[in-house]
Nanobody, 115 residues
């Protein structure tokens, strides 16, 4: 059974930073890709950042230059470093892992940015 567990969310002031972690049950090299989505209240889930098994990285335009995705195969963990946070970054952040043909999701971690 594949499990993804997020951590690192919380309350931070605008301009602050948080680092989210997504720990997988087993090697993350099994995944064709991993990444982060987020969902704000009343809005659709949106892409934040992705990292492929070949370390190709993509960001949503609004996150470029502020967010950094990385992975540590020794810890079976994917990270999302978030800097210069804005109130509009407030959302539940979900980690996902693509093991073709299935996508696995974590339970989400709340990030709240106060103005």
């Amino acid at each position: 059974q594949v499990q993804l567990v997020e951590s690192g969310g919380g309350l931070v002031q605008a301009g602050g930073s948080l680092r989210l972690s997504c720990a997988a049950s087993g090697s993350i090299s099994r995944f064709a890709g991993m990444g982060w989505y987020r969902q704000a209240p009343g809005k659709q889930r949106e892409l934040v950042a992705t990292i492929s098994s070949g370390d190709t990285i993509n960001y949503a335009d609004s996150m470029k230059g502020r967010f950094t995705i990385s992975s540590d195969n020794t810890k079976n963990t994917v990270y999302l470093q978030m800097n210069s946070l804005k109130p509009e970054d407030t959302a539940v952040y979900y980690c996902y892992g693509l093991m073709i043909p299935r996508v696995y999701w974590g339970q989400g971690t709340q990030v709240t940015v106060s103005s």
